[in-house]
């Protein structure tokens, strides 16, 4: 019997309606001989509303075992719901925490790393026939405390469990057909990719697309797990109106997948930085130790001799307490100014090779440029482009590379 781990995100699984929608796709997996493992997220908008509610009892964060506690909470909710609608079908059906599927964790609160699954009673249970609804997002931690995996954990729960279980593949249900070659609110025309490889999954999700959580397609990519994404709602006549990730998706297919965006960036300004390298050496120390992490980095020679400027992107939230230790070291160095701007957005264009294909570059900054968008920086890997913006421009920019990289026609 093949094994499958399916799973289900918040806003697929909200309500009676759409969990009922869920138990009749899971309940087609099992007609098609599959044993089941099963991981539901919380229902839209529960672990915020927990959250909440947290923050309101433990302001300073002095407890986050107790708030683990708490925000596991929606997960085992949302499981015993569905379980329940899969036994309205007559299917034998078992909610499990994470705990009770066996997923041990470090002792990290809010931000835990699975270290072993103990999957053989996981395994037997569904070999035999019940489908196994577990909760995602959460784990034991070696206190015998409950503890979560930060936010987009039931991602990393089921590819764990994907691992563990030698399932075939890791079907992700979500409330969209698959990935998409740019956000759909911002380009009605965007189309559906059908084939991605773990690479380009992992810069998409990286680089702002929110339909898995980076460490799950990690996890993934390390395991060799196939991932299906697919939507929660199409029918079985809709079958192939998916996205499959594996590690031959990359071959004979164009090089421009997709464009994604992130609102959530900000942007420093270091003037009049003493040259060399022991003033970058220093700065990026204290942002290291900080636990910042920096993106786009540029940096120029000033018209003063000896000086130079550094611009570099950081995430937003970050910003106020990277200007605050930016302060010490820079004034270490020498007089300096440091300017914030919180206003930025990254566009950023995904793809294969395209490092080494030089005319992606300038098909990019063409399309920039034509609609009048300054870019403030700019970083290249093998799998992306990216460009630093004003945010204001984010959809002028996404719309305009869509159309330049021929995504339109896809």
């Known amino acids: 019997m093949t094994r499958l781990v399916m799973k289900f995100g918040g806003t697929a699984s909200a309500g009676p309606e759409r969990l009922d929608a869920c138990a009749a796709l899971i309940a087609a997996r099992q007609r098609e001989g599959a044993a089941l493992a099963v991981v539901v997220s919380a229902a839209a908008g529960m672990t915020d509303s927990l959250a909440a509610e947290v923050a309101r009892a433990d302001p300073h964060g002095q407890w986050p075992d107790e708030g683990d506690a708490v925000l596991a909470a929606g997960e085992q909710v949302n499981a015993a719901l569905l379980a329940m609608a899969l036994r309205r079908r007559g299917l034998k059906a078992r909610s499990l925490s994470g705990w009770q599927a066996g997923i041990l964790t470090d002792g990290r609160h809010g931000q835990a790393r699975i270290t072993h699954i103990e999957a053989d ?55 969209v057909s698959g990935i998409l070659s740019a956000d759909p609110k911002l380009v009605p025309g965007a189309g559906l990719i059908t084939r991605l490889s773990y690479e380009e999954m992992l810069e998409m999700a990286s680089q702002g697309a929110k339909v898995m959580q980076g460490r799950a397609v990690e996890l993934a990519m390390a395991e060799q797990v196939a991932l299906r994404i697919r939507s929660a709602f199409d029918g079985p006549e809709e079958e192939d109106r998916h996205t499959l990730v594996n590690h031959s998706a990359g071959l004979e297919r164009a090089v421009v997948r997709a464009i994604s965006y992130s609102r959530n960036e900000a942007r420093i300004m270091v003037r009049d930085m003493p040259s060399g390298p022991g003033a970058l050496r220093t700065m990026f120390a204290a942002l ?19 000086k130079s400027t550094l611009v570099f992107s950081l995430r937003r939230a970050d910003a106020a307490k990277a200007l605050d230790l930016l302060s010490d070291p820079c004034h270490n160095q020498g007089p300096c100014q440091v300017q914030l701007d919180e206003e930025m957005a990254k566009v950023s264009v995904i793809g294969i090779g395209l490092r080494s294909q030089t005319a992606m570059a300038h098909t990019m900054f063409t399309a920039l440029a034509e609609q009048s968008i300054a870019i403030g920086a700019v970083a290249t890997s093998e799998t992306r ?11 002028v920019a996404v719309r305009a590379l869509h159309s330049a990289f021929g995504l339109d026609r896809a």
Not at 385 to 395: F, G, K, M, T
């Open 288 to 306: 290291a130790q900080a636990g910042i992490q920096i993106d786009l980095i540029v940096q120029s020679p000033s018209a003063q001799q000896g």
């Open 121 to 175: 009673r996981l395994g037997a249970l569904i070999d035999g026939g019940t489908i196994a609804v577990v909760t995602g997002f959460q784990g034991l931690g070696p206190d015998g405390r409950i503890t979560t995996l930060g936010r987009g954990g039931s991602d990393l729960s089921a590819v764990a469990l994907a691992v563990a279980l030698n399932a075939e593949a890791c079907e992700i249900c979500t409330d």
């Open 385 to 395: 482009i990216s460009a630093l913006i004003p945010n204001q421009d984010v959809e």
